[in-house]
């Protein structure tokens, strides 16, 4: 693997393998350069296919790639599973296959049991993370409460969370704290007032809240530090939002990073 990719350091079992790519140790060109994963943001396909490629080598098992719509849908992968399929988390007890989740600011969790009987991974945008666009939808359940009911029974789950926009970046606006306020309890202090009405969000402490909520008490991983920012780390991470400024394009032109697991 890359020296610069990230290993978690979280006590699982020896079957439990995973890791998170940064932008190094791949082909693409710039602004893609250089192991973007994403086959949706205008790199070369071939590019891409061949940074696939060297993911699978390094990791000696296959990473199943979704169609993320930052929803709250979750898919079981077995062998047979094609890339592509819409969700935004996945879950599988089969071994050499991999779950795995897209980022370029949204927040990857991953998570399995003491026993490493399962693993999955979760898209933890702030729409997937408060389960809700508008006000209006409420209440519904989020990726999180979503990929927890898939494995309800596990014995004492532990959860990674990745790099993603970190809390001196993540502006958004008063209606984005009222769905998280709205949904769940506790959540305010998650958000400090920038101006008039916009807010810095917290997106690793809201996801590490909500969690802790289901009963998941061992959460390592982003705490919510410089480190792990994407937005403020353009060497390591790849950022939609920070490099949309740097295109000016508004679309953020920019790479996708990947944060896997499975199980050897």
Known sequence: MSPD????????????????TTRSGGVSAVPWDSMNLGDHVGDAPASVAANRTALQAATQTRAVFLKQVHGAAVLTLDQPTPDGLTADACITTQQRLACSIMVADCLPVLLTDRDGTFVAAAHAGWRGLAGSVTPADLPSKGVLEAIFS???????????????IGPSAFEVGAEVKAVFEASQSGVSRFFVRSSSDKYMADLPG?????????????????????????????????????DAGVNGNGLGTTGRMAACIWRA
């Open 5 to 20: 990719w990230i290993t978690p350091d979280w006590p699982v079992p020896s079957n439990v393998r995973a890791v998170c």
């Open 150 to 164: 898939a494995f309800q029974g596990a014995p004492e789950i532990i959860a990674w969370l990745g790099p993603c």
């Open 206 to 242: 809201l996801a590490r809240h909500r969690l802790q909520a289901l009963g998941i008490q061992q959460v390592y991983g982003n705490d919510g530090s410089a480190p792990w920012c994407t937005v403020g780390n353009p060497a390591r991470f790849f950022s939609h939002r920070r």
